[in-house]
């Protein structure tokens, strides 16, 4: 997989190219154009397993996980495809290199990879699965090797943990983490983090990396609530 960011602004396009017979897979919704050289296909997100069984797979990740029943599937159908993507939230676009590196993704980071990466979706620890505002009751956990596309609100920073100490980021910070970090959720102070306002938080220890959105999503939908029109019966 090819691709070329049309801007290093907030908004960035994603245009790749690929050969013929390559095919890679895309967050639905995402396509903005092509150049009639790709066929789109739709299908459930069941990595793989079709019939009932794919159906029961796709919705359990959909209703758990917040992510998508369907992912949509590129094929290049001649030399020289094209196909242009965009993410659904404003902010950073960034290459994620899948293997030897494993990595758990929080619901909304993927937008595209390359058919030879995969995921799947891990239970959480019981107390990260009721407090953990993303991701659920589950995280999104890679496997294979390939390119893989991700996209945050705001900027994205990367802190590198070498096992000497451990971190706490606000749990709507956190993107993405190496999968060799152990990790659990919790209240950042006092009961349910009242004290501070910080709310809930993910403790990381061990050796890999962490990568962050700069922007909280839910902050910014509660900065603005108050200034949308609300109809009442």
Avoid: C
């Amino acid at each position: 997989m090819k691709y070329n960011l049309s801007s290093t602004s907030v908004f960035p396009l994603v245009d790749i190219t690929l050969d013929k017979e390559e095919e890679i897979q895309i967050e639905p919704g995402s396509m903005v154009y092509h150049n009639g050289l790709v066929t789109l296909e739709g299908h459930m997100n069941s990595n793989g397993k079709k019939g009932l069984g794919g159906m029961v797979r796709a919705l359990g990740r959909s209703l758990s996980s917040g992510e998508s029943f369907f992912i949509t599937k590129v094929h290049g159908d001649e030399p020289n495809a094209k196909v242009t993507i965009a993410p659904s939230t404003p902010g950073t676009i960034r290459e994620l290199p899948i293997g030897p590196t494993q990595w758990r993704l929080n619901t909304g980071a993927f937008l595209a990879s390359e058919s030879s990466v995969s995921y799947t979706m891990q239970r959480q620890k019981l107390e990260g699965a009721l407090l953990g505002g993303t991701g659920g009751l589950f995280v999104m956990e890679t496997s294979g090797e390939g390119l893989m596309l991700i996209n945050g609100y705001g900027d994205l920073v990367e802190i590198t943990m070498d096992g000497s100490q451990d971190f706490v980021v606000d749990n709507e910070h956190v993107l993405a983490w190496s999968k060799s970090l152990d990790y659990h959720i919790e209240f950042a102070s006092g009961t349910f983090g009242f004290k501070t306002g910080e709310g809930v938080v993910n403790h990381f220890s061990g050796q890999g990396k962490i990568i962050i959105q700069s922007r909280n999503i839910e902050a910014f939908a509660n900065l603005i609530a108050p200034f949308i029109p609300t109809s009442s019966n």
